[in-house]
């Protein structure tokens, strides 16, 4: 790693760090939709792998530790994983503390990296030994994946049933491609059809307004009043374990770390279930609210960096939500990086090590200082001048382009049929979790039932 590559890993990791913390502070931009087109297409620009890595480390960093300002400010989640900490953030805006509720969240996030980073290589050093034989089941995991996040969805039953017509889909539209010539019959399409998965909900929902009908019934919500309360000016450095009290700290790095062991789980569902269940014995509401959005948020960055982290260590292959989801683009971004031949394959656990905690420590020192100095003029700025329907709009015709890349013209409306379906899913209780493992297990499931 010679000091070309060291300075191109600093500036990616300074340019995720201020590009994802305007992102997150947009209300509503889902980690996948906003990370994992960015990052497949660094990769099909032919970046170092380093370089990708440490942008996406500091792009998750910055992205996680400012999501937590729309929801203390409007109570309007900055991406699915914060949606479970809305309650609690509404309960210290009650009391006049939004400015309180956006130290907590973020200093929580905070020791949610420092506590996955380490733990992530450890564990990953634990499952190294089986990587062999885990990518040898590669497809049946991916299947049982697909199954276990589908008992865990609102919708058990749709959730099940789909697993293979939705398999069916992708591997006939597949199969139409070679066909047809389009692409040559050693070539996959993958990404893209990924993409489509991501933007579905969007997708779903712009094609339902072109029904008359339903786009007279939709509700005109006009322009939304929000009041930013002026906070104190920080002096100094900010330090998270001086925001947090010891109780917090306490209770965020025991989340963090259950949150890493548990990196193969939802991380919407641990970060309910466990930010309740470590703080449902306080009876202040003030209190109980403060400890549960700092447990919360270390948790969820904790998930995310060893959802990461640890299946790129360790195995090579997507086997987490998030690995599957917003860090996809680190194992199968064709042709640059396939499951056979990704970062796992590239860098050594050294390299790796070395860009996490660059990207990370450039992240945190950017993003959590302008945060707590500067989150309300942020809030301010976002709100009024970034609307979120041209960050949609940009992420949207990012997937258009890398499709038509893909497979040509034909694949724009294969991914619009994709985008489509997985919207119509996604609304009725079918979490995205599950179409992507039925999008990697599709292969080897038609196969078995062939």
């Known amino acids: 790693m010679d000091m070309m590559i060291i300075l191109q890993m600093i500036l990616a990791s300074i340019g ?59 109570g309007i989640p900055g991406g699915v994983m914060a949606a479970p900490m809305v309650e609690h953030a509404m309960v210290l805006k009650a009391h006049g503390m939004p400015d309180v509720s956006i130290k907590k969240m973020s200093s929580g996030s905070v020791i ?28 049946l995991i991916f299947f049982f994946g697909a199954v276990f996040l589908a008992l865990l969805t609102k919708n ?19 199969h139409l491609y070679w066909g047809l010539d389009v692409i040559p019959a050693d070539e996959t399409v993958f990404v893209s059809f990924f993409l489509g998965i991501t933007i579905g909900p969007i997708a779903f929902t712009l094609f339902k307004l072109l029904n008359k ?28 374990f001086k925001v947090l009290t010891k109780k917090e700290s306490g209770s965020a790095a025991l989340g963090s770390f259950l949150g890493s062991v548990t990196f193969f789980l939802t991380p919407v ?34 998930a995310y960096i060893s959802g990461t982290l640890i299946p ?63 989150a309300g003029q942020i809030s301010a700025f976002v709100f009024k001048l970034v609307p979120h329907e041209a960050l949609i709009g940009l992420f949207a015709g990012l997937v258009v382009m890398l499709a038509f890349m893909d497979a040509g013209l034909i694949n724009i409306f294969g991914v619009i049929l994709i985008a489509i ?25 038609l196969g078995l039932l062939s």
Do not use: C
């Open 112 to 139: 949610g990296t420092l506590i996955a980073i380490p733990a992530s290589f450890l564990i990953a050093n634990l499952i190294l030994p089986y990587a062999d034989t885990i990518s040898e089941y590669a497809g």
């Open 269 to 302: 569902g641990m970060s309910v279930f466990l930010g309740e269940f470590l703080t449902r014995h306080i009876k202040d509401p003030v209190q109980r609210a403060s400890r549960a959005i700092s447990t919360m948020d270390g948790l969820t960055n904790a």
């Open 16 to 74: 995720g760090a201020v590009v994802y913390t305007i992102i997150g502070v947009a209300p509503g931009t889902d980690e996948t939709a906003v990370l994992a087109p960015v990052t497949i297409a660094l990769a099909l620009l032919g970046l170092s792998p380093y370089v990708i890595l440490a942008f996406f480390i500091s792009a998750i960093v910055a992205k996680k530790l400012t999501d937590s300002i729309p929801v203390a400010v409007a």
């Open 312 to 374: 790129l260590i360790a195995i090579g292959l997507p086997l987490s939500p998030t690995a599957i989801g917003p860090a996809a683009g680190l194992f199968n971004a064709p042709p640059v990086f396939t499951p056979e031949h990704n970062i796992h394959h590239m860098l050594s656990i050294g390299e790796i090590m070395t860009a996490t905690i660059l990207g990370a420590s450039i992240a945190l020192f950017i993003t959590y200082f302008v945060m707590i100095k500067y």
């Open 213 to 240: 009908e339903n786009r007279q019934n939709t509700p005109r919500l006009g322009n939304k009043e929000i009041r930013l309360k002026a906070s104190k000016k920080e002096k100094g450095i900010p330090n998270p």
């Open 421 to 445: 379906v997985s919207g119509l899913l996604h609304k009725n209780g079918v979490n995205y979790g599950v179409m992507f493992m039925v999008l990697y297990a599709a292969p080897w499931l």
């Open 156 to 174: 058990k039953i749709l959730s099940l049933a789909m697993i293979v017509p939705f398999a069916l889909l992708i591997q006939g539209l597949r």
